[in-house]
T-cell receptor, first 115, second 106 residues
């Protein structure tokens, strides 16, 4: 089945540690995105990538890093520089924005808790 | 990039029709308007998309006036399970914003 998979579903991290969230898609989509969602809030864009080996900062990129070495994969690293990393993280993929019928498909999310 | 504006929250009784309006004054000529629904602890899912006039599917209708500076998502006869956050987006970007939190009351 085609889809987008995030892992793990729950993640606990000690303060000062980096942690990497996985996102894989087999939809052959060019574009991939990472969002952060805090309780009762909307989605805020962290990073996005329209093509392999290229990515752009979103609204809240500080303290995060990404890579896009393969079309299928867009891992997100939450670094120790992120002051308040506890949140729900969502990965999405789509055809390139600006094209007709762009529709985003989301993973089930990773809930990160700093302990 | 053009962004959208929606009401923060709405309440409705079960069985009523709900209309959620979205403003997008700076919409580009090649933008499509897309609506998503999100339940707690899940990723948003696509509901409906349109370019102009009216689009209808098994879940909702989307009304877009001729100037395309706004759009209205219409949910017929809502049930408790329609309680969710609804987001309006333009296809040239995936800026979700805060969305509209719809609460359906028994």
């Amino acid at each position: 089945d085609g889809g987008i998979t995030q892992s793990p579903k729950y993640l606990f991290r000690k303060e000062g540690q980096n942690v990497t969230l996985s996102c894989e898609q087999n939809l052959n989509h060019d574009a991939m995105y990472w969002y952060r969602q805090d309780p009762g809030q909307g989605l805020r864009l962290i990073y996005y990538s329209q093509i392999v080996n290229d990515f752009q900062k979103g609204d809240i990129a500080e303290g995060y890093s990404v890579s896009r070495e393969k079309k299928e994969s867009f891992p997100l690293t939450v670094t120790s520089a992120q002051k308040n990393p506890t949140a729900f993280y969502l990965c999405a993929s789509s055809t390139r924005t600006g094209t007709v019928n762009t529709e985003a498909f989301f993973g089930q999310g990773t809930r990160l808790t700093v302990v | 990039l053009a962004k959208t504006t929606q009401p923060i929250s709405m309440d409705s009784y079960e069985g009523q029709e709900v209309n959620i309006t979205c403003s997008h004054n700076n919409i580009a000529t090649n933008d499509y308007i897309t609506w998503y629904q999100q339940f707690p602890s899940q990723g948003p899912r696509f509901i409906i998309q349109g370019y102009k006039t009216k689009v209808t599917n098994e879940v909702a209708s989307l009304f877009i006036p001729a100037d395309r500076k706004s759009s209205t998502l219409s949910l017929p006869r809502v049930s408790l399970s329609d309680t969710a956050v609804y987001y309006c987006l333009l296809s040239n970007n995936l800026f979700f914003g805060t969305g509209t939190r719809l609460t359906v009351i028994p």
